[in-house]
């Protein structure tokens, strides 16, 4: 794991240092009754039961207190209400409001990921003199506020860099055209979808174990073959691990039975 700036002994601002890449929330819905899912590392074909609070599902202190508990929140809150709402059945096709914060979802676990790949170094601002007197207390408070600040060396956060960055991407594409992206439902019966770390390449977005969105696709259920195509995909698609909530009901291979 990358190397991250720490806080303060016992973290008095109580900043994010384990940062979630899919919202906590969302790899919940995937949990057993014991309260963990199955996942499997990918490289070393390692099979586990992990918590959603797991380090592997997290990346250290990779964005700013901003981008975790600012317009990364919002994002996120504004995407679980419509999940709450597939996952109780309330809702089984999308409204023509709720494309846009499924959108912005996918688009922020799609960055998240690409920048805990590559994690920032801090930036040195040239001409830029930092206050001596801003001590790692003094930094701490501003992050906590959502304040950009310079370190006393001249340099800017590598990590409130990536804040930007993750917030520069997002608007980025909403204004190429992903304002206009419009996702269908897909619903399993008793199979189930795997999640993969990340869909870096194609807009799918795994809801619950029998739930999952995709782009530019219509509401349906799926076959057998057709579950099994999406998580062929998905395996293609994880770079470090993919995880799921019952192995044995998520078909995989052609023709292969829940």
Known sequence: MARYERTQPGNPHQLTIRQHLLPSRTI???CGRDGLVHMRLSERAVELRLRPDNHL????RSWDQRAESGFGKAIEDGYQVIADRLVSRSLTSL???????????YLLWRYRCLRARDPLPDLAINGVTGNP????DAQEQLEKSRVMFIKPDGTLPGRVVAGMMLQSAIDSDWESGAHAMRWGVFSSGELEFLVP???IDQPILPVAPGICLAAGASDAELTLEEVARV???AVRAASKYWFVHDVVRCPVMRATAP
């Open 28 to 30: 919940s819905r995937f």
């Open 57 to 60: 599902f997290c990346t250290m």
């Open 95 to 105: 409204a023509a409001d709720m494309h846009g914060a499924i959108t912005e979802m």
């Open 133 to 136: 007197d801003l001590d790692l």
């Open 197 to 199: 770390d990340a869909f």
């Open 231 to 233: 998580n062929r995909e």
